[in-house]
């Protein structure tokens, strides 16, 4: 099992920035895959990001990725999500997500979920 606990988010006015942070405990982190992905009102959860194990390859959503980056420390066992430019739009849960299978980071189906974090901008 993979217990994930994200931390980070809050209330940010349009255009400022917010850094998420999701630390991962019960496996060896740099042999797990790591995702953010959101959920806003109403809506499906939606794929934000994602950084492999290894080289530390990335991957983003095609609206966020002039926007938002990915990052992992390995050291503390941690995922970031640093976000800027954020918009009313960017309102949602964010999540963090992990998995072990070595699949292309296009494949976006993960085995464990964090809680999740609330984020909300004002405009």
């Known amino acids: 099992q993979v217990q994930l606990v994200e931390s980070g988010g809050g209330l940010v006015q349009a255009g400022g920035s917010l850094r998420l942070s999701c630390v991962a405990s019960?496996?060896?982190?740099?042999?797990?895959?790591m995702a953010w992905f959101r959920q806003a009102p109403g809506k499906e959860r939606e794929y934000v990001a994602s950084?492999?194990?290894?080289?530390?390859?990335?991957n983003y959503a095609d609206s966020m990725k002039d926007r938002f980056t990915i990052s992992r420390d390995n050291a503390k066992n941690t995922v970031y999500l640093q976000m800027d430019g954020l918009k009313s739009e960017d309102t949602a849960v964010y999540y963090c997500?992990?998995?072990?299978?070595?699949?292309?980071?296009?494949?976006?189906?993960?085995?464990?979920w964090g809680q999740g974090t609330q984020v909300t901008v004002s405009s």
């Open positions: 997500a992990a998995r072990q299978n070595i699949l292309p980071l296009v494949v976006r189906r993960y085995a464990y």
């Open positions: 019960g496996r060896t982190f740099n042999s797990l895959t």
């Open positions: 950084i492999s194990r290894g080289d530390s390859g990335t």
